[in-house]
């Protein structure tokens, strides 16, 4: 599953969460993940409610907070994540999103990053909207952001700081170190928040995608303006419409740790898939085959990845074909919390339904029951899920 960011009006956390929302990931599941952290339990409160904004329906999201008297270091942030009940891919991009804030404050006030406290981005409000992000993203089963170009507004805001001009500093630090690129905003105001660049410059690609579009969710923000005050989250599948090429290298001199990093750096990168195939190699040395899918015009990029990050001195690609069913990520409810389960369809017919394991385990041991059980009750409800969809799905070919 990937998605685009489509933003007419900018971008905050309370938005991006009620994209997610609107998209089909329910409220309920949002409280759920976020019950995770260990702030108390009265420390906020989430309503989601349906509005207009022009004439476009959207889903808001309200996070009320009670006041604190503190103000939290980055320190204080990580220590809470890592302390928290969230799956791990959660905490790394939650944790990741509060150091970019971190080192954004830090360039525009000139001190260190290890002495900023943070004031707006760090209160809890905050903390709810880039975990409840991560956590959505997750449970969408989103393996790839995109987003359009960001409209930044001008005039003024009030903060903890004092009257800050619009964009405010730390937004376009944030959005200067991921080079996103801007377009005229359609009038004055705080169209993109600190907290929303955070989110855009950790998970976001600056591009649309070629993709089989499946269902699109409307976050809608506070403030009315003289246009809908919206963003867009489209949802679909990946489509490779170009040729593919399928690398392959021989390595006998590496310590096995490092493969996992290479395939996560090639992953990152585009790569479909990487895989490794144990082999026996000259004077029956036992070795890897390393081997990566990708889409052809990724191919001087990758292997600049295995070349850089492996002990290998060459490598050799082939051009290839290949057939896919069509699959998306559902998160599915089952008395254990929500889990995301892939689905497979060729020609139409759901064919297969597979739970991501990890969070079963997760969930098994929470519950201390055994991660059958959860499995199962996944199963079960993504049977359920099929049943109640409307219309079904094409097999795509690439």
Known sequence: MIAYLDMPSGLSGNMFLGCLVDAGWSVEALREAL??????????????????????RATLITVACVPEAAHRSLADVLALLEAARLPEPV??????????LAEAEARV????????????????????????????????GVERLYASPVPLGHGWV?????????????????????????????????????????????????????????????????????????VRLWLGVPLHVGPMVQMETNIDDMNPELYAAVSEKLFAAGARDVWLTPIQMKKGRPGVLLSVLAPAELESALADIILEETTTLGLRVVPVRRHEAQRALRPVSTPFGAVPVKLKWVGGRLMGA????????????????????????????????????????????R
């Open 109 to 140: 006030h000139g001190i260190p990053v290890e002495a900023v406290h943070f004031h707006e981005v760090g209160a809890v409000d905050a903390i709810v909207d880039i975990v409840g992000v991560a956590a959505g993203l997750h449970a969408l």
């Open 354 to 397: 597979a739970p991501e394991y990890e969070e079963c385990v997760r969930l098994a041991r929470e519950h201390g029951v055994p991660v059958r059980r959860v499995y199962e009750a996944a199963l079960a409800a993504a049977q359920a899920l099929w049943a109640d969809e409307a219309s079904e799905p094409h097999d795509v070919r």
């Open 158 to 230: 009030e903060t903890d700081h004092g009257r800050l001009p619009l964009p405010a500093p730390a937004t376009l630090e944030l959005l200067a170190a991921a080079g996103a690129p801007l377009r005229p905003p359609p009038g004055e105001g705080e169209l993109v928040t600190p907290t929303g660049a955070a989110l855009l410059a950790q998970y976001a690609t600056f591009e649309q995608p070629v993709m089989a579009l499946e269902r699109i969710g409307y976050g809608a923000g506070h403030r009315e303006f003289d246009w809908p005050n919206v």
């Open 91 to 100: 905490k790394r991009g939650a944790s990741a999103t509060f150091r970019r």
């Open 35 to 56: 019950a995770g952290l260990p702030l108390p339990p009265d420390s906020y409160t989430i309503r989601a409610e349906t509005v207009r904004r022009g004439a476009v």
